[in-house]
């Protein structure tokens, strides 16, 4: 199957900071995705999703960017926060099929 | 609402033994999934189910089982386990769909010796 990937590994920011974590997803069938937040020893968390027909949807403190031209997706925190240090996966689903294809996971420590 | 519920937390198994990861939810979803987390990998889906009595298959359902006599229940069965089952295994629920809101549960850690 088609597979998601994050451009980076880890990420460290200082806390106030915006933090920027990224993901390309490789088919461009893809018309769902969702961020998820995943806390040590604990199940992923629903952040944000969109939708294909948007290039951008915001949330509280978040925001989720979409380029299908060259298959990106976004995800921007604005002033981080600790409780923010996480692992952040994105998640893509297409032609509506009863499942999701999650990326590798971006991990985030917020510095205080 | 206890939310998604798993056990056990933790669960050390020989290789050749058979368990059952339970997953229990009592938010009235439908829609209920199987995912393993390996390190270095994304969650992959193992088994799903869009309501009682109707499962599917996942990107890797090779070595489980799955059964949902009720809304309520959704366990996943090792019949034999083998070391590359060493994973944390995650349940999780959603209201009528995959495109509805995933709730996940806390998780198992499995490991196979």
């Known amino acids: 199957g088609e597979s998601v990937g994050l451009h980076l590994p880890t990420l460290s920011v200082q806390e106030g900071d915006n933090s920027i974590i990224n993901c390309a997803y490789s088919?461009?069938?893809?018309?769902?995705f969702i961020w998820y937040k995943q806390e040590s020893g604990k199940g992923p968390q629903f952040i944000i999703d969109?939708?294909?027909?948007?290039d951008k949807r915001q949330g509280q403190r978040v925001t989720v960017l979409l380029n299908k031209t060259v298959k990106h997706l976004s995800l921007q925190i604005a002033a981080t926060q600790p409780g923010d240090s996480a692992v952040y996966f994105c998640a893509e689903n297409w032609d509506t099929g009863n499942q999701f294809y999650f990326g590798t996971g971006t991990s985030l420590t917020v510095i205080p | 609402n206890a939310g998604v519920t798993q056990t056990p937390k933790f669960q050390v198994l020989k290789t050749g033994q058979s368990m059952t990861l339970q997953c229990a939810q009592d938010?009235?979803?439908?829609?209920m999934s199987w995912y393993r987390q390996d390190p270095g990998m994304g969650l992959r889906l193992i088994h799903y189910?869009?309501?009682?009595?109707?499962?599917d298959q996942g990107e890797v359902p090779n070595g489980y089982n799955v059964s949902r006599s009720t809304t309520e229940d959704f366990p996943l069965r090792l019949l034999s386990a083998a070391p590359s089952q060493t994973s944390v295994y995650f349940c999780?629920?959603?209201?009528?769909?995959?495109?509805?809101?995933?709730?996940f549960g806390p998780g198992t850690r499995l490991t196979v010796l």
């Open positions: 088919n461009s069938a893809s018309d769902y």
């Open positions: 189910s869009v309501g009682a009595g109707i499962t």
């Open positions: 938010m009235n979803h439908e829609y």
């Open positions: 969109i939708r294909s027909n948007m």
């Open positions: 999780a629920s959603s209201y009528a769909g995959i495109t509805d809101t995933q709730y």
